[in-house]
Structure formats: C-alpha cells, structure tokens
C-alpha cells in the first residue's frame, strides 16, 4: 500500500515537472540545469527529505534520495532526480531514448523516529507493512528501504532480512547496538 501524498494536484505536476526537466537537462548538458527556489511556492520550499524512483516498464532504472531533510523540497527533487538518472552505480546514464519512458515516482520522508524495541521479534511485530520505511544503523552499516519495497517484501522478517543485506551484514545480524529508525512518505508520481 502506498500512501497518498498531501501535495494538490499542481504541486505534484510541478514537482514532477522538476523531476523531469533535471533529468533531460542532464541527457543533454550534462548537469541537472539550474532551479531557483524564490519561482516556487512556500509550501514547496519547505526544508524536506526525498527519495526519486525511476522506472521504465514496471522494471527498476535508479533509485537514489536523502534521508535526512536539509535542503528546500524542490531543490531536494531536482538534486535527487538528476542523481537517480546519472549517479546511480547498479545503473548506466539515462539515455535520450528512454526519456519518453521514464516514470517517475517521488518519495517525501517524514522525519526519522527512532524505534525502541527488546529484540528482532519485538521489532518485527511493531513493523506495518506497506507503511513504514526503515533505517537501519550498526556501526558504519546503514540502509534504507522506502515503504513501496513492501511491494516486494511483504512479510517483515524478509523486509528486514534483506534490509541487512542491503547495508552489509549478515541476514541474521542481531546486537544490542543495532538502531532502526521508522518513517513514512508521501508518493507523487506511478513509478
């Protein structure tokens, strides 16, 4: 289940609209262009966290976002989207040809909450699939997974199990030092 996002329907085409038009500056310059903030509504500069999700075909094409919010929301989406397209290691440049194709989805964080829990099992049982993103910290180990990867994770014990894996460690891993932090996003755009 992917929750609904809160933005009026001109915010979310204009927040896909910056989305797309870093990523085609970036086809053709190089770089993601230039944004400037003072263009935009309050709401829209507000500081945020994102995360853009590029898909063509229904097939994953990049994935990149911030965790934490420090940046003006639009500025955060431009930065984001033009890294999605370019900066993505598991992926090559997007290409001119596959702009036509390219579905954007744009992830807005909620702010991280650390989650207190006596072991793996207690925190299993406080996870809500579909509704909650994770960060997972041990030491210099850190991974994310955004609420949509319930998609294809449903059950906790493989969301988290591989939630490790993702950051390096043992699909078993568990200590008394481990950090999970849970937060939400709002989605625009059907990547």
């Known amino acids: 289940m992917i929750q609904s996002c809160s933005f009026t329907d001109t915010e979310q085409e204009a927040l896909l609209r910056i989305a797309y038009d870093a990523i085609a500056h970036g086809v053709r310059n190089g770089i993601p ?9 309050d709401r829209l ?18 994935c990149i976002g911030t ?4 940046r003006p929301l639009i500025r955060d989406v431009h930065e984001n989207a033009f890294a999605a397209a370019f900066r993505d290691p598991r992926f090559p440049p997007v290409a001119e040809r596959e702009l036509a194709e390219l579905q954007i989805s744009i992830s807005v964080l909620s702010c991280p909450e650390p989650m207190a829990f006596g072991s793996e099992q207690d925190l299993l049982d406080q996870l809500r699939s579909g509704i909650d993103g994770l960060i997972l910290e041990e030491g210099y180990h850190r991974s994310t997974f955004l609420p949509a990867v319930w998609e294809s994770l449903p059950q906790p014990q493989a969301f988290f199990r591989q939630l490790k894996l993702k950051a390096g460690l043992s699909p078993d891993h568990w200590s008394d030092t481990l950090r999970v932090y849970r937060y939400h996003t709002g989605v625009i755009g059907g990547a």
């Not at 230039?34 to 935009?40: D, L, W």
């Not at 507000?46 to 994953?60: E, H, P, V, Y």
């Not at 965790?67 to 420090?70: D, I, K, Q, T, Y």
């Open 33 to 41: 262009g230039v944004i400037e903030p003072a263009n935009y509504t």
């Open 45 to 62: 500069r507000t500081i945020s966290a994102t995360f853009i999700t590029l898909k063509i075909a229904g097939a994953l094409r990049g």
């Open 67 to 70: 965790l934490e919010a420090v």
